[in-house]
């Protein structure tokens, strides 16, 4: 079946021109912003925890913030284990989308696959799209909400999307922001998948954003603003004269998604900026550009190190959450890089420290 190309209809309405601006002010200001490097991996860890609680809360999670943050350090909460597994799959699902954007290449599907497979299952195997129609219904009422494309026409959509958002960050025809919005809209809107859509929306989006500068060196989330103003962000998805996909919703004019997007994310950079200033204020160097080339596995073993000065394959493998298998492979790896050095040497009581190069971030 042929599938058209992706062709938004939008405009730029005076609203959506003045959250643009704002954006970028907020943006330049936060990177010429001197922050402590510990002040700065203490706010990214605080924004991935607030990503995790908020776009999982959006689709039911019971956690609260609090819990959210004992569960990823490995707290067990019985009578929510679905919710433990839901938080602890998305903490890792946002590691690897920062790490993909770091990576700086173009977007793939198969990325996209893994970080699905992330999201719903913790592992980064590639899930396939849904091979049947699914229906999103008032969870009350069961009244129809939304008819998705058929499940024939979803492979055709995805790579056509894919597409487009690389021509776009590419050529630059869109500002950034604007780009990362339809992109949100129209995942949600082709709905892949019969479950996660929404958080996997949320990601690309962030995916995006962090690829192409609008990171804010990693500490800002737009999840707690579409948390807050869940009733308005159903709303803005909500568009058309229809609630069925192939009876006008693919047509649609999404200016109204654009403005809450845009508005969304011009409040949250506001915000970051002020705790930026804040976190500024403490003089130090910053180290940002020397973080950003560590990859989130390593960024999270620098709290391990900063609190313990050194820590053997088994605490490694605690904190990370991994085998011990598998962190003694990572270990030799860091050896190699200098990331890390033998403290303690002995095959019974191996032991590591941060190396030389790596001890600044800590200090």
């Not at 596995?297 to 609190?307: A, H, K, S, T």
Request: charged share 25%.
């Amino acid at each position: 079946m042929l599938v058209c190309m992706f062709a938004p209809v939008y405009s730029i309405t005076p609203a959506i021109t003045k959250a643009l601006m704002s954006i970028e002010a907020d943006r330049q200001a936060v990177a010429d912003l001197p922050i402590d490097v510990t002040v700065l991996a203490s706010l990214r860890e605080t924004a991935r925890l607030v990503s995790t609680h908020y776009s999982t809360q959006i689709e039911g999670n019971r956690l609260t913030q609090a819990q959210v943050r004992e569960v990823v350090a490995g707290a067990r909460f019985p009578g929510k284990e679905r919710d433990e597994l839901e938080v602890r799959h998305h903490y890792r699902a946002l590691e690897e989308m920062e790490r993909l954007a770091a990576e700086g290449k173009p977007l793939t599907e198969m990325q996209l696959r893994r970080l699905h497979g992330l999201v719903m299952t913790g592992q980064s195997k590639p899930t396939p799209y849904r091979d049947g129609q699914n229906v999103i219904r008032n969870s009350l009422s069961r009244k129809i909400l939304y008819m998705p494309p058929e499940a024939k026409t979803v492979p055709g959509l995805m790579a056509d999307l894919v597409a487009w958002i690389n021509r776009q960050l590419h050529e630059g025809e869109l500002p950034v922001p604007l780009v990362a919005a339809l992109a949100h809209y129209q995942f949600a809107t082709i709905h892949p998948y019969y479950d996660g859509n929404g958080r996997m929306a949320r990601l690309l989006a962030n995916l995006i954003l962090h690829q192409a500068g609008y990171g804010l060196k990693g500490i800002y989330s737009l999840d707690e603003y579409y948390a807050r103003q869940l009733t308005g962000y159903y709303e803005a998805l909500t568009v058309g004269p229809s609630d069925n996909y192939h009876l006008g919703r693919a047509e649609a004019d999404v200016t109204g998604f654009l403005a809450f997007f845009c508005e969304g994310m011009a409040d949250a950079f506001s915000a970051v900026r002020a705790q930026a200033a804040k976190a500024a204020q403490r003089g130090a160097p910053d180290r940002a550009g020397q973080l950003r080339k560590l990859d989130p596995r390593e960024r999270r073993l620098l709290d391990l190190f900063r609190r313990h000065g050194t820590a053997t394959a088994g605490e490694i493998a605690k904190h990370l959450g991994l085998a011990q298998r598998t962190v003694v492979g990572l270990c030799r790896s860091w050896l190699k890089t200098g990331f890390l050095e033998l403290k303690n040497p002995s095959r019974k009581s191996r032991s590591y420290r941060l190396g030389k190069e790596f001890e600044l971030l800590i200090e």
